[in-house]
């Protein structure tokens, strides 16, 4: 983001207000000698003689070399008071050495001997002009080359030797090769060696020696500039000689298209006579129009010159305000803003203190759709930095290299208003430091946040007008990077490190570094990443946070958990109830948030007490406590339960499968795809199983059997156990003896019956050989083998024994 404090345009001041005190000085260097030669003329030409003189010459000299000469066309001398005048008046003042020839000429001059006071009567002019190779020449030679002539002209000029002050109530112009000006009446006392032009001071100049370059305005020497007018204008003007001081007050400045005003402008100056120091004050204003208008404005305007009359350092302080606009229109504030600047006033650095706000607008020209304000794709972006302190680099004054900020400091990102009702989110970064980098032309290309002990970097995202609130994004880190788009302003991507974390309603985030990608709206995190909300918390080697969809992936020993959410009542609860953690580990891992489904893939492995599903990928809907498992030959799908063995114990019952599915609602789980199921002793293979659970006993329960005084109490139940078994197609069952073949089968856990139908069904023992009839009924734990054929009038029913391993 261009930040141009260099265009605080201090040459607006300075040009005008060096001309000014060079000619008033001069001009006052001119009125004293004048009045003092034509005050002592009289006496030089014998004032005693009352007499007309017809054209007068009078010279002085000292050491062979003439000091001045005084011509007039007639001097007349009175009688009356002694008083003496000199018509058409021509002065020559050469000076010692020969190194003046400064011309003071009039249509007549009188003297009072009285009053002690000496009269220009009509129209006064003096030309002023150093001539430094006067002693190589003839004596009273004129200068072979006029180099900086300064001519002053007024009218009714006069001088009091007494208190030694020249004055006169009338205008004055004034004219060099760099300029000119006017002023309505002046007063210079001798003594103390004071000029002050008392109205109306204007001074016209064309010099263009004093630009301030800003960054990015390159001032090309090469070619000559073309000439600018820069025209100051003052209430009045005094100049103290004696002090090297000039004082201008309720000053203007214009050149072209830039003005500058205060109410008094103080000039310090060196031996030398160069600008050494300039003061404005009070309501200080400068602007410049354009198509990039610039505007600044403050209690007080420093300007120090070095001795090549080039600035040297600038302040604008007490309360300092600046906007620009154009293209990307910024504006600001500060207590005081400093500048310091290199060869041909380009500006090297500059300093914002004491409550720095500085507002970066979006770029006009943006595409605006109901989404929000975009160019090139991107969204547009507001950018404001607040700071107690804000230093700025610049590359040898042609555009701005980097900022940086000190105290606790905030960067806010805004997007630009749209069209639409869509909530607009303002994201808030704070760090004790912050190092910004620019373009070439300016834009803002990335910023680096970094942290201190007890105080790191926190990036704040919530809807713009909204208080503070849980459901604000709130990221903290030791370290922050940002890349910006220069069209924009936007973020296009961030990097937070150290002890990074992520919050955001009840979804919680930690890792050691978090990488934020803008367009698609991705959180990434690395190095130990933990993610937590209301319902799972998870680790892996690597976490993604989809911001705008809720969407998480992980990768790399992905381990989750999801959080018990209720305790619900005893024999309510069936598989991967709610009641208790279920645990899930494997590669990988991708979660919608908002649907509660979440694919678990690459050995996949997920379990509930002694509840177990493995498989290359698991699908879980933690809303529908429901899961789809998918293997494959090589790695089926496996599942564990268990169902009540004959002495009471808890008997693990294995299924293998290609595919599972299991429904919350309903308590089944449906395996389809080369089902085998292990319990016990006894193989179970299928083309399709439907296994039905129920809710397993707790503890208490089990307690409450043998002690009736822990009836009542809440009990957390037991893993799922299974109530039934439904398998069909290409039935097999094989137990210690016997093997059983059908086309479906209902097992019930209650009473370990296994009833085989279709096919027809059969079984097979060492004894009996092969039975078959339309429906064979057969237990785990016993020989009865329940034969069912149709009849006439009914079926028939015959119990056979067969040889069962106990």
Known sequence: MPFKVGRLRV???????????????????????????????????????????????????????????????????????????????????????????????????????????????????????????????ADQSPPRELKNPVHVKTSGLEFNEKTGIAETAEPLEFRTPQGSGSALGAVYDSRNRILTLQHEVRIVSQATSLPIAAPGKTVRRKRPAEPMPSVVSAARATINSQAHTAVLEGATSTRGTQSLRARTVNIEFRNDSTVERVTASGDVQGAEAGTAPFSFGGDRLDLLFGTNSEVATASLSGSATFQGGGPRPFHGRAGKLLANFGPHNTMRTAKAVDDVDLVQEPAAGGARTAGGARMGGQELQRVEVRAPVLDLFTREGHSLDHAVTSGSSQVILTPAPSGGAEPRAITTITAPHFIAAFDDRNRLRNVHGEGETGAGVTVISRLAGGNASPGDRVTTSRTLDAVFAPQSNSITSLTQSGDFHYSEGQRSAWSDEAHFQAAPNLIVLSGS??????????????????????????????????????????????????????????????????????????????????????????????????????????????????????????????????????????????????????????????????????????????????????????????????????????????????????????????????????????????????????????????????????????????????????
């Open 529 to 806: 990443p933990r993610y937590r909300d209301e319902q799972v918390q998870m680790t892996a080697d690597s976490l993604t946070l989809n911001r705008t969809s809720g969407e998480i992936r992980a990768s790399g020993s992905v381990k989750a958990t999801y959080i018990p959410q209720q305790t619900t009542a005893a024999g309510t609860d069936s598989m991967f109830s709610t009641s208790k953690p279920v645990h899930v580990t494997s590669a990988e891992m991708a979660g919608q948030r908002t649907t509660g489904i979440a694919t678990f893939s690459g050995a996949a492995r997920m379990w509930q007490d002694a509840n177990l599903v493995e498989a290359p990928a698991i699908q879980f809907n933690r809303d529908q406590r429901s899961l789809k498992a998918d293997g494959n030959a090589a790695q089926p799908a496996h599942s564990v339960f268990v169902e009540s063995g004959a002495n009471g114990r808890m008997v693990p019952v294995e299924v293998s499968s290609l595919r599972l599915a299991y429904a919350g609602n309903d308590s089944r789980a449906r395996f389809s795809g080369g089902v085998a199921v292990n319990s016990g002793d006894s193989v179970l293979k299928a083309d399709h199983v439907d296994a039905y659970l129920k809710p397993g006993r707790s503890q208490l329960q089990l307690a409450g059997q043998a002690n009736p005084g822990t009836a009542g109490k809440e009990a957390i139940s037991g893993p799922a156990q299974i109530e039934r078994i439904i398998a069909q197609g290409n039935v097999t069952i094989v137990q210690p003896g016997r093997t059983a073949h059908g086309e479906q089968l209902v097992y019930v856990a209650d009473n370990e019956s296994f009833t085989l139908t279709g096919g027809p069904p059969s079984i097979f023992d060492a004894e009996r050989g092969t039975i078959t009839a339309n429906s064979l009924t057969f237990f785990s734990h016993d020989d009865r083998v329940l034969v069912e054929n149709p009849a006439k009038g009914g079926a028939t029913r015959t119990i056979i024994h067969t040889r069962v391993a106990k």
């Open 11 to 137: 040459w607006l001041a300075a040009s005008g207000v060096l001309l000014l005190v060079c000619v008033a000085a001069f001009l006052a260097y001119g009125r004293f000698r004048a009045a003092r030669l034509v005050r002592t003329l009289p006496r030089r030409l014998g004032a005693d003689i009352q007499q007309t003189a017809e054209k007068f010459t009078y010279s002085q000299s000292e050491g062979g070399r003439t000091l001045f000469t005084i011509r007039a066309s007639q001097m007349v001398q009175f009688q009356s008071g002694g008083r003496a005048e000199l018509k058409d008046v021509n002065i020559i003042v050469y000076g010692r050495n020969s190194a003046r020839f400064d011309q003071i000429y009039g249509a007549g001059f009188e003297y009072d001997p009285q009053q002690k006071t000496v009269r220009a009567k009509g129209e006064v002019q003096i030309d002023l002009e150093a001539d430094a190779e006067g002693m190589q020449h």
